[in-house]
């Protein structure tokens, strides 16, 4: 066995345990679509299995765990919700069986096996393009105007009169502060005059 042939060993390891564990995950998504680390978990299981196929040229290995990687990071991100629509977990599971067929004929012919992946691929990228798409348009929408009856308050409150607040105090003290004695802010006609001396010395 030649160097090539034992990370192409490797690798068949390595690409069995990822699906093994992409497989586990999806079947507990199945019931439990929320388990956030688990998705997480799903997510750098095909990540890993896209960038090893990558380095040996495995084609429709990387194609297809590409595809399945961009769908798994909208459901990671929250942009599609496994529990609105329960084809997602048949069509990743449906992937992942692809990949294990693959990689099973790899270890027996030590290549990659020819196929036409187009309609499994196509599945994937439209369910990814659409959460892309659904989240933008939100993103873009403008902010919802308030409620017609909080405008309606809002209305009132500007067009309302100022409140007496005088309503409130007892009886006898709800009376208008007396108006101010016009005797006392009289000034009388002398009142603040200079003398008639002073007035002389200022001119002198």
Known sequence: ??????????????????????????V???TQPADGPTLGDVFRAMHTL?????????????AI??????????????ELQLGADSALIGLLLKANDALRAIVTAIEKQRVEPAGND?????????????AAGAHAAAERA???????HEEAADRESA?????????????????????PDADALAISPDEGAAPSSEIGRAHV
């Open 1 to 26: 066995m030649d160097y090539s042939d034992k990370l192409l060993d490797e690798f068949v390891d390595e690409a069995r345990e990822l699906i093994d564990r992409i497989d586990l995950g999806l």
């Open 28 to 30: 507990r998504l199945e």
């Open 50 to 62: 896209k960038g090893s196929s990558g380095f040996f040229a495995l084609k429709r290995v990387e």
């Open 65 to 78: 765990s590409h595809a399945a990687e961009s769908l798994l990071g909208r459901l990671r991100d929250g």
């Open 118 to 130: 187009a309609d499994l691929i196509a599945a994937l990228r439209s369910h990814a393009a659409r």
């Open 142 to 148: 403008p902010a919802a105007a308030p409620p017609a």
């Open 159 to 179: 067009s309302a009169e100022p409140v007496d607040t005088r309503q409130w105090l007892p009886p006898a003290d709800r009376a208008s502060p007396p108006a």
